[in-house]
C-alpha cells in the first residue's frame, strides 16, 4: 500500500504540472490583462509598463509560469490586480465553499445511496417506477432554474428562509443551497446505487450468503451493499472537486461568497491572478480525491490489493 501511494504521488506530479500550464496558457495568452484593468479608457504607456513588469507579464509565457510555480511553491499565489493577496481571498472562500460542498455531499450520499438501495432491492415495482422517473426530472432540469424556483418560494414568497446568504455563511443559511447544489448528483448517486444493487443482487455470493442462513439485513449490508458500492465510490470522488468547482451557479444564486463567487469575479474582471490561484487549489482537490478514491477500492473490496 505504501508504495501505491508513493507511486500515485509521484504520478500526481505531471498531471498537475500539465493541468496547471493548459489553465496558466489559457488565462494568460487570452486578452491583455493590463487593459482590462483600465477597462474602456487607454492605460498610460508608462503605468502599463510598470504594471506588466510588476506581475511578470513582460516575460515569455513560459518563464511567467516557471516563476508563479516558484512562487506557490511557497504558499505565495500573487497578488490580484487591485493590490490584494490572493492568498487572502482564498481564505474567505474556501472555507464557505467547503461548508457548502461538504453539506451537498452528505445530502447526496445519505439519500442518493438510500434510495438506490430501496430501489435496487424493489426493482419493477411502482417505487422503483417512480424514483426512476423523479431522477430523470432532476437530471432534466437546470439548476439555476432549480436554485431561482426554490429561493422564490422559500425565501421570498413564503419567506421560511432568507432569500440571500450572509457573508459569514453559517450552516443553517447553506442547507437550501447545499440541497440545490446536490441534486444533480444525487440523482446519479440513486441510479448507480440501483443498477449496482440490482445487478450484485442476484450474484451468487449473495445467494450462498442467504443459503447458509444469514440474516436479509445483513447480507444486504455487510455484502451486498459493501459490493455495491465501488461505481458510486468513484462518482463521488470525481463528484468532490465538481461540487466545489462547479458551486458557481448556486453561489451567484444565494449571493453566498465562496470560491464560485470568486471565480466569477476574476473571469468577468479578467483578474488572471486570482483565477489561476483558485482554479490550481481546485486541481489539488481533484487529484486528491482521486487517490482518496482508489485507496477506498480495497477497503469496499477485500479482493483488491496493491502492490
Not at 444533480?184 to 448517486?189: D, E, H, I, R
Not at 453566498?256 to 488572471?272: A, D, P
Request: proline share 6%; glycine share 8%.
Amino acid at each position: 500500500m505504501g508504495r501505491y501511494v508513493i507511486r500515485r504521488l509521484l504520478q500526481m506530479v505531471p498531471v498537475f504540472l500539465g493541468t496547471t500550464f493548459l489553465i496558466f496558457v489559457m488565462v494568460y495568452a487570452v486578452g491583455d490583462p493590463v487593459n482590462a484593468m483600465f477597462g474602456d479608457r487607454a492605460p498610460d504607456p508608462a503605468t502599463a509598463a510598470q504594471l506588466r513588469a510588476q506581475f511578470n507579464l513582460d516575460k515569455p509565457l513560459w518563464m511567467q509560469y516557471v516563476l508563479y510555480l516558484g512562487d506557490i511553491f511557497t504558499g505565495d499565489f500573487g497578488n490580484a490586480f487591485n493590490g490584494q493577496p490572493v492568498t487572502e481571498l482564498m481564505s474567505r472562500a474556501f472555507p464557505v465553499t467547503l461548508r457548502l460542498a461538504l453539506i451537498a455531499l452528505v445530502i447526496e450520499i445519505c439519500i442518493g445511496i438510500a434510495l438506490g438501495v430501496v430501489t435496487g432491492l424493489k426493482r419493477g415495482r411502482p417505487l422503483d417506477s417512480s424514483v426512476l422517473m423523479l431522477t430523470l426530472v432532476v437530471i432534466s432540469v437546470p439548476t439555476f432554474v432549480t436554485g431561482t424556483l426554490a429561493q422564490y418560494l422559500l425565501g421570498v414568497k413564503w419567506g421560511w428562509i432568507a432569500p440571500a446568504v450572509s457573508p459569514e455563511a453559517p450552516v443553517g443559511q447553506l442547507l437550501l443551497p447545499g440541497l440545490v447544489l446536490a441534486l444533480l448528483s444525487l440523482a446519479y448517486v440513486t441510479r448507480l446505487t440501483r443498477a449496482s444493487i440490482s445487478e450484485n443482487v442476484r450474484a451468487d455470493y449473495v445467494r450462498t450468503a442467504l443459503a447458509k442462513g444469514l440474516p436479509r439485513a445483513r447480507v444486504n449490508v455487510r455484502h451486498l451493499l459493501r459490493n455495491s458500492l465501488i461505481p458510486v465510490v468513484t462518482f463521488l470522488g470525481t463528484d468532490v472537486g465538481n461540487l466545489m468547482a462547479g458551486a458557481l451557479v448556486t453561489e451567484r444564486i444565494f449571493n453566498i461568497q465562496g470560491v464560485g463567487f470568486q471565480l466569477w469575479q476574476g473571469i468577468v474582471r479578467q483578474n488572471s491572478p486570482t483565477v489561476v490561484g483558485f482554479v490550481t487549489i481546485l486541481v489539488i482537490v481533484f487529484l486528491l480525491a482521486n487517490l482518496l478514491v482508489d485507496l477506498l477500492y480495497a477497503v469496499l473490496d477485500p479482493r483488491i490489493r496493491y502492490a
